[in-house]
């Protein structure tokens, strides 16, 4: 058998073709959404990041306001530039770029942030938010497993799903969308993770496998009941490469899954302007 493959970029079109005409009434009502961005130091991997998303952000008529900070960048100019950023008019969402130089401690940096202005829904407001379903930005990946789970017709409504992890950016926010009273949410979600030896007993009995453990491989053909569907988020870079948690075996076993390049990364980024856009529309009211 071989799975039916669930690539991204399809549902971050859709997603993108839904915010268009949103972005153009924000500009017919003379707000033009602005995400903010802010790189500390020189990685070039994250200028990169920030890179294709300023130019995102202009493709879609989206002004990016940028501050960038030297690799020598204290904690009191991070909280700085956050300070502006909060109180700039033209900018609705922000983006702290991650991972910052060592001596920045990120925690305390995105506490600092106005929550309303989060882009990546990863501060505690909007964390706890999530966990009693009031409106705020969602974590972007988390919310885009939702969107592809729900763009490919799979429903997850009384079905069983397994969370292979429950870190902050992925795991956990994701068990608190997916268990939500909503029609594309409604799962029996089960989280598992280095405390529970024996996970396979779980991501064996379940209907749909999310891989949100950043362990090359980890989610093997064994793990998983034929026909499942599974969805790679976990993902570890060595260099350039990029090693997925789910072995490309398990395609011989899913009914459906996502590809090892190309899945969760693009929802991701269309989430990301999701969650910008709807904070533009917050404050313009
Ligand atoms: N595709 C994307 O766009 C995207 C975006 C965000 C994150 N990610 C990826 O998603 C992954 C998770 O991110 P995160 O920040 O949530 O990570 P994290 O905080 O490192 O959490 C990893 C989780 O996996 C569990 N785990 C690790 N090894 C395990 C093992 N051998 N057996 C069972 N459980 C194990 C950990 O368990 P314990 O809690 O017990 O330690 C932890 O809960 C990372 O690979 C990250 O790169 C991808």
Not at 101 to 113: E, K, M, S, V
Request: aromatic share 2%; with cysteine; proline share 8%.
């Amino acid at each position: 058998m071989s799975a039916r493959l669930l690539p991204g970029k399809p549902v971050a079109d859709a997603v993108f073709a839904e915010l268009g005409p949103r972005i153009d009434a924000l500009i017919a009502a003379g707000h033009t959404p602005g995400l903010g961005t802010i790189l500390v130091g020189d990685d070039s991997a994250s200028a990169g990041y920030i890179r294709m998303k300023q130019e995102k952000a202009a493709s879609l008529g989206l002004t990016s306001p940028h501050i960038h900070l030297g690799a020598d960048a204290t904690q009191a100019d991070v909280l700085a530039a956050i300070g502006d950023m909060n109180d700039a008019a033209d900018v609705d969402a922000v983006l702290l770029q991650h991972p910052t130089p060592p001596q920045i401690d990120f925690d305390a940096a995105l506490l600092a942030l106005d929550p309303d202005k989060d882009v990546d829904g990863l501060h505690p407001v909007n964390m706890g938010r999530l966990a009693l379903g009031m409106p705020g930005p969602v974590p972007c990946t988390p919310a885009g497993i939702e969107a592809l789970l729900a763009h490919y017709e799979i429903p997850i409504a009384g079905r069983e799903v397994c969370i292979l992890g429950r870190g902050t950016t992925l795991g956990r926010p994701l068990a608190l969308l997916l268990s939500q009273k909503r029609p594309t949410a409604n799962a029996a979600v089960t989280v598992v993770h280095t405390g529970v030896p024996n996970w396979a007993d779980y991501t064996r009995r379940a209907e749909v496998v999310i891989a949100a453990a950043g362990v090359p491989g980890i989610l093997q053909p064994e793990h998983l009941t034929p026909g499942v569907t599974v969805i790679g988020g976990g993902v570890r870079y060595e260099g350039k490469r990029l090693l997925p948690d789910v072995d490309e075996s398990c395609e011989e076993v899913a009914g459906a899954i996502t590809p090892r390049v190309g899945g969760v990364g693009p929802t991701t980024i269309a989430l990301l302007f999701r969650n910008a856009v709807e904070a533009a529309e917050r404050r313009v009211g």
